[in-house]
């Protein structure tokens, strides 16, 4: 039982640490394709593919392909571009001047 305890712990505090950002599916058994639902189209189950919303996908599940910028000053906004799957980051009101990022999360 103490050994579960420190199990449950540990994880506990390594959760936070993760940067990841990935979604898990479920394979029903006996199926060939399964349904990317971001772009509504069907894959072959041991395929792999990016999707529209820059995520590294196989039938099991997603992960994301970016950075995801997450500390920045707050005069400034992130922006996805999804033709070249990178954030920008710039001044709300002056998308010219780029801002500094000093965290991120994913890959």
């Known amino acids: 039982m103490t050994s579960y305890l420190s199990l ?6 390594l959760l936070p640490h993760s940067n990841g950002f990935c979604t898990v599916s479920t394979i029903e058994p006996g199926a060939t394709h ?13 395929s792999s593919w ?6 590294d996908c196989s039938c099991s599940g997603c992960c994301s392909a970016v950075a995801i910028p997450r500390n920045f ?3 400034c906004v ?3 571009d999804t033709a070249t799957c990178k954030y ?3 001044r709300r009101d002056d998308p010219s001047i ?10």
């Open 98 to 107: 780029e801002c500094p990022v000093f965290g991120v999360v994913g890959k």
């Open 88 to 90: 920008s980051v710039h």
């Open 34 to 46: 399964c349904l990317d639902e971001v772009d509504n189209k069907w894959h072959p189950v041991g």
């Open 50 to 55: 990016r999707n529209s919303d820059c995520m």
């Open 78 to 80: 992130s922006v996805l």
């Open 8 to 13: 449950a712990l540990l994880l506990c505090v």
């Open 73 to 75: 000053p707050e005069d």
